[in-house]
């Protein structure tokens, strides 16, 4: 146990201080403290929205639509006598769009196509719709007050979310969202966390072979804990980063949060569900030093700085795996693959997770998941130390599956 | 204590590697370990210091099966390499640690070695920025950090200026003298014979000679003789010539730097050989008896030929 601390404490301390690592974290603690803020800061000085809501020039050939622009398109809509006034008014950059609006059509004239263009499109649209319908009531005798009374009717709505054993939660869909979120935190950052500590392990480790470092290593120190040491040391560095990047969003958006917001910058305003951030930090942990075992057993049977990047492709399948159906399921995380691929332990850091962010997962599931991995941990941990005390000394071509097979005996 | 191999062998695939080594190190003494490149001598001390496992044989220790937790072992690869962008300090704390130690022993170890070797300004230096010299200084310092029991050192003078080449021997002698067992693999033959009571020579994987230098060079014919003649030594080897007894009595002579080299045909005929020196004109200064050194018996012994002769044992 001693030992094994003594190369946690090394490698955490060197993986720590090397340039790649300081590098990345603060380029992540950085865009963490900014990202949230951004929407805000613009939304703040109010040269433009972020729901798309553009300046537009408007040609109401009917004479009926220049009182329910404003409503209905943007508030701050131009009127035109003609269309190559307002096209004008657009080359010359004073509005984004130009509008040609006829009884019973329109042509909307855009620079570039884009979301805001299609919501703009809908707008218009759903404008000439509601002036038809109300001059077909008007038609028909219905005065405008009881016209009102008709379309403003909307049914109130509810979404209930239930457990898996069939009882309503409290989760509403904000917190839904709010998990989601999470979700994809998760799986973006176990993605990323293993693409930068999963490459330091292989190339320390593939290093100390290709010098000999190994040697006096393996002289001083038994494989299995120095192994040990050296995925625990990555994986406390790894995610001390996270911690630091997830500290930073939070104080970013407690920073801003007093700010109004509506539309989609509604929906940066996360609350930070105690369970939800428990599992993210266990997930994490357990996903990343399984890979990172996986990682270091396989760059053990290689000897060279080149062959380094190709030992690396199965754990990384592996890896998207996982983090794909995570991402893919969140449309439908009660599917029958999402089940079973959630309850494989080399997949359930990023499919249990989520299923645990979306609230799909029994307590039940989840113990058992924890319990799964942890197993497979041990499994691979042990597995991976027979593969490095071989691998470890093993020079020249790489191994067959024979010679990893041998590892066993 | 001792260490004995015994009937060692090794094989990587269909090569064998070694071929039933045995020998015997005590402590208080330095074995050199020596053979051609390729002649299995790494593999030897991967074996000793349970980095490799041998096919069959048996590694002793004191006569019992050596268990790794039973000695300290200071271990020198052969190809160096530690943590280039890490401080010297840091690493030697780090293997002083991983070897048992606490950071205070550890860290007065690696300044009391870093001071012997005169290198204690680059406690704070990143290991890259040093020569390969000063660096391979470094690994010898880690090897003794925690004062080990056994010390084995593959090619420990490879790279060294003669400065440094003798504050390594320095070192290795003070680690004999404090008892410490000793092997350790070198070419320098120099260095070998300056130092080392015992060696052992290994040649296509198998053991080619074994025993002390003074006891080896014994089992030599002492029939080669120098002598240093007052005059010129041509002139003089031309007026010996002239003896009658000269061609019955001497197989090969020729000048060597200032001195004759004789070659007797039967080393019993120096007494004869001594009284016709006596008698020349002009007179001798000096006459000697030439052991063969080191590096002769080496050639001789790890050549392609000399692995086919049967040499003394």
Known sequence: MKQMMTVFGFEFKTFAKSGAFIGITIFMVVLALIGPAIPRVIQFFGDMDIGGERRIAVVDHTGHFAHRVGTYVSPTAGMFRTIEDARAAVADGDYHYAVSIHEDSFTLYITAMGVGALNLENSIALMLRDHHRYTAFADLGIVPAQQEAIFAFFPRSEVMTLSPAGEITEDTAEDFFTNMIFSYVLSFVLYFGLLTGGSYIVTTVVREKSTKTMELLITSCKAGRLMNGKVLGVAAAVLTQILLMVGAAALSMNLFGGLETEGVLGMLDLTFDPYIMGMLVIFFFLGFIMYAFMYAALASTVSRMEDANSIQTLPMMLVMVGFFAAIFGMTNPGALWINVLSHIPLFAPFVMFMRICLGTAALWEVAVSIAAQVATIAVVAFAGGRIYRMGTLMYGNKPRLRDLLAAFR | ?313
Not at chain 2, 246 to 254: F, G, H, K, L, Q
Not at chain 2, 295 to 301: G, P, R
Request: aromatic content about 6%; glycine content about 8%; hydrophobic content about 40%.
């Open chain 2, 1 to 313: 204590m001792e260490l004995t191999l015994r009937n060692i062998c090794k094989s990587f695939g269909k090569k064998e590697v070694l071929k039933n080594i045995s020998f015997t190190v005590k402590s208080g003494e330095a074995m050199g370990y020596l053979g051609r490149n390729g002649a299995g001598k790494t593999t030897t001390i991967r074996i000793l210091a349970d980095i490799f496992r041998s096919d069959a044989g048996e590694v002793l220790l004191d006569g019992t099966p050596m268990a790794r937790n039973k000695f300290r072992l200071g271990y020198l690869p052969e190809e160096r390499g530690l943590y280039p962008k890490s401080k010297v300090g840091e690493q030697m704390m780090y293997i002083g640690r991983l070897r048992g130690m606490d950071a205070a022993s550890a860290k007065k170890n690696a300044m009391a070695l870093l001071e012997e070797l005169e290198a204690e300004e680059y406690w704070s230096r990143k290991l890259e920025t040093l020569s390969k010299g000063n660096q391979q200084k470094i690994q010898l310092a880690i090897a003794v950090l925690h004062d080990p029991d056994i010390v084995i050192l593959d090619e420990p003078f490879s790279g060294l200026d003669p400065v440094n080449a003798s504050m390594l021997k320095r070192l290795i002698v003070k680690q004999v003298e404090m008892n410490k067992l000793v092997l350790f693999s070198s070419h320098q033959m120099p260095y070998v014979e300056e130092f080392c009571e015992h060696i052992c020579i290994i040649n296509y994987g198998e053991i080619v000679l074994d025993g002390k230098i003074r006891d080896i060079k014994k089992t030599y014919p002492r029939n080669k003789i120098a002598v240093w003649p007052e005059g010129d030594p041509a002139a003089f080897l031309r007026s010996l010539t002239l003896q009658g007894a000269w061609p019955s009595m001497v197989s090969e002579a020729c000048v060597k730097n200032d001195a004759l080299e004789i070659l007797l045909k039967d080393a019993s005929d120096k007494q004869a050989l001594l009284q016709m020196l006596a008698a020349a004109s002009p007179g001798v200064d000096r006459v000697q008896v030439v052991e063969p050194t080191l590096e002769d018996i080496f050639v001789e012994k790890a050549s392609p030929q000399g692995a086919a002769m049967e040499g003394p044992q």
